[in-house]
């Protein structure tokens, strides 16, 4: 069963890739999180909402350990990130694509992937090549796209690419930052299906910010909304759009809320 | 799967290493076959497996957990067409198996290596070509700011007075200490070298002209001039480098406001300004160097000093020194801003635009200089 609040108290420990509990964060005066609590169950795709200056961005920084909070806990399998010692036991089973793929601009595609492999494993030099091949071949990249550097991709396949580099060591969790934006809008169902796919047979747990109206409606599992510094609410979206907190009915039952909802029931059907 | 409770990295044993064993056409997988953990397994297996023909059974039997990278590691070496007759089925291998197969018949295109002749010329011509872009670029730099010049003589209104001040704030002011810091120790050197010398001739009084007509007509402009060059070629080309990558000089372009009139002309001016009081810092912090020195090595009184400056030495070399600075102020913040301009979309050429305006504003200061030595020569100054 799905849990429906942003604590999920009857899942044990071991099935809960992140734990938030008690986030605090501010910049000087301006508090952004104030006592926020957060749980992914291993498996799901969760998706973060919420208006600007919310501090999504944020929540996933400080959740990646880029950002230390003022107050709480941040646990990743159970290890507390922000703490030196617990952090190296969680950072190699995380993979993060960023919002604009953040490909190392002196490297090609091929060798963006090879990296991270490069560098944990003692994996033979062949082995590794023909795997990150096979890596980019899996995120639906052409073969020759592997010799080229990243300033020679369009916006999208910069993002497989970022994609196939963030599963490059099959990492169990997966973040990812606004995947679809920026993309056209064949460009984000193709992405959207390759995220469901990407879970289906690697067994990842995926926790992605997004705007993407379709993309809620298609991958996520559950969404938490992001307001008043905490998660409002953390439930799938048809029971979000029952929710009677203004917000969320703006966000979800608005024309472009309506228009994704129907859309999303065209594909079901 | 790499299912995060059971494979706790951190303190998992030796004894579940990946391995394998193959025999009677069975390959037996044990251990934790994760990216992580193979090393040279997938060498190994493929070594094992070469030399068999037909069908192999496998045995998953022992398997701990297993990803990509381990089913790609099998199924690389299996035949293709009779892939995997599994003994014992695991979920996950089949399910990543279907994922990896599809993707066996790749081959890496082999890049092709260019031969040594063909590849020397192709440098040689590159070269080439780039050097005649550089200059054709220099050129319609040095022209487009001709012109903005022209144009912000006729409309003085124009200039753009706040950056102007903040960049001779950031470029000028904040190099003071660090130029008389400098100019400082170099005056102080000569004077000490010189000493030795002097001394021994008897006219050790001369170590004020050393230093006098050495800070004021070489040294003082020229460290100034290379100091700038170091902290504001560098700034200038930096700033607008990630100006450029980030777009903003277009969106300047698209909202029709004259880049030359905005970035560049400030940075020229403030150049033009703050170099020449640079030189005026760089001339006093040497000349007190050289006097310290004088006055605990060679018992030169200061007032000698100051008096013997006035009267030997004069305000000639000053001036001398001083004429320089304009073009040396001119080379540095050009060739900043205009290699800023010239930066691509990768974080590599922004470094590469960086060095190359520090290297070429040094080079032109030390070129202009020696022509102004011969310049001046032939002039009898």
């Known amino acids: 069963m799905t849990p429906t609040t942003s604590i999920s108290q009857d899942v044990p420990e071991s099935e809960l890739p992140i734990q938030v509990r008690g986030l605090r964060t501010s910049f000087g005066e301006h508090v952004i999180h104030d006592g926020l609590d957060l749980d992914v169950v291993s498996g799901e795709i969760m998706g973060i909402v919420g208006g600007s200056g919310t501090g999504k961005s944020v929540l996933l920084n400080t959740i990646l350990g880029l950002n230390t909070p003022d107050a709480g806990i941040v646990k990743l399998f159970g290890c507390d990130i922000h703490d030196a010692a617990q952090r190296r036991t969680a950072e190699n089973r995380i993979g993060v694509l960023f919002q604009n793929g953040a490909l190392f601009s002196a490297l090609t595609v091929q060798e963006n992937v090879e990296a991270p492999m490069i560098e944990h494993t003692s994996l033979p030099k062949d082995f590794v090549a023909a795997l990150a091949a096979f890596k980019l071949r899996l995120v639906g990249l052409p073969d020759e796209a592997g010799a080229k550097q990243p300033s ?30 920026g993309l056209d809008p064949m460009a984000a169902e193709e992405f959207d299906q390759l995220i469901c796919a990407l879970r289906d047979s690697l067994g990842l747990t ?23 510094k905490k998660v409002i609410a953390c439930a799938s979206v048809p029971e979000l759009e029952r929710s009677d907190h203004p917000w969320i009915q703006k966000y979800f039952n608005g024309p472009r809320g309506r228009a994704a909802k129907a859309t999303a029931n065209e594909s079901a059907k | 799967m790499t299912m995060f409770d059971n494979d706790d990295r951190s303190n998992t044993s030796s004894d579940n290493a990946p391995s394998f064993t193959f025999k009677d056409k069975v390959l037996a997988l044990a251990g934790e076959w994760t990216a992580t953990r193979l090393g040279n397994v997938p060498d190994a297996l493929a070594a094992a497996v070469r030399d068999h023909d037909g069908a192999i059974s496998l045995d998953l039997e022992q398997l701990g957990s297993i990803d990509t990278a381990g089913v790609f590691a099998v199924a690389r070496v299996l035949p293709e067409d009779e892939l995997v007759k599994v003994v014992t089925v695991g979920r996950d291998f089949d399910r990543m198996a279907d994922l990896v197969r599809p993707a066996l018949q790749y081959s890496r295109p082999e890049a092709p290596k260019p031969r040594f002749v063909n590849a020397l010329f192709q440098s040689i011509g590159k070269g080439v070509v780039e050097t005649a872009n550089e200059a054709y670029r220099g050129q319609t730099f040095a022209g487009r700011l001709v012109l903005s010049i022209g144009r912000t003589i006729r409309h003085p209104r124009r200039l753009r007075a706040t950056p102007l001040v903040a960049i001779m704030g950031q470029a000028g002011l904040s190099a003071i200490p660090i130029v008389a810091l400098m100019t400082f120790f170099i005056g102080a050197v000569l004077a000490l070298v010189g000493s030795n010398m002097l001394q021994t001739l008897g006219v050790k009084i001369y170590a004020v002209e050393l230093v006098g007509i050495g800070i004021l007509r070489e040294f003082g402009a020229v460290v100034a001039a290379i100091l700038f060059a170091g902290r504001s070629a560098s700034a200038f080309a930096a700033q607008l480098g990630s100006m450029k990558m980030n777009q903003e000089i277009d969106a300047m372009s698209v909202m029709n406001i004259d880049r030359f009139e905005a970035l560049v002309i400030p940075r020229v001016l403030a150049a033009l300004v703050m170099l020449p009081l640079l030189t005026v810092v760089a001339d006093v912090g040497g000349l007190v160097g050289g006097l310290l020195v004088s006055w605990t090595l060679l018992d030169i009184e200061p007032t000698l000093f100051l008096q013997r400056l006035v009267e030997a030495v004069g305000p000639q070399p000053f001036w001398v020194g001083m004429a320089k600075v304009p073009l040396f102020a001119l080379a540095i913040a050009t060739t900043g801003c205009r290699h800023g301009m010239s930066v691509g979309g990768d974080v590599q050429s922004l470094g590469d635009r960086v060095t190359r305006a520090v290297v070429q504003s040094i080079f032109l200061i030390i070129m202009f200089d020696a022509l102004f030595a011969v310049l001046f020569e032939r002039l009898d100054l």
């Open chain 1, 152 to 181: 020679e991709l369009s916006g999208g396949m910069r993002k497989r690419a970022g994609i196939a580099r963030a599963i490059a060591l099959d990492p169990p969790l997966l973040f990812l930052d606004e995947p679809t934006a």
């Open chain 1, 206 to 228: 995926i926790f992605m910010v997004t705007h993407d109206l379709d993309s809620l409606h298609a991958v996520c599992d559950r969404v938490a909304v992001l307001a008043d």
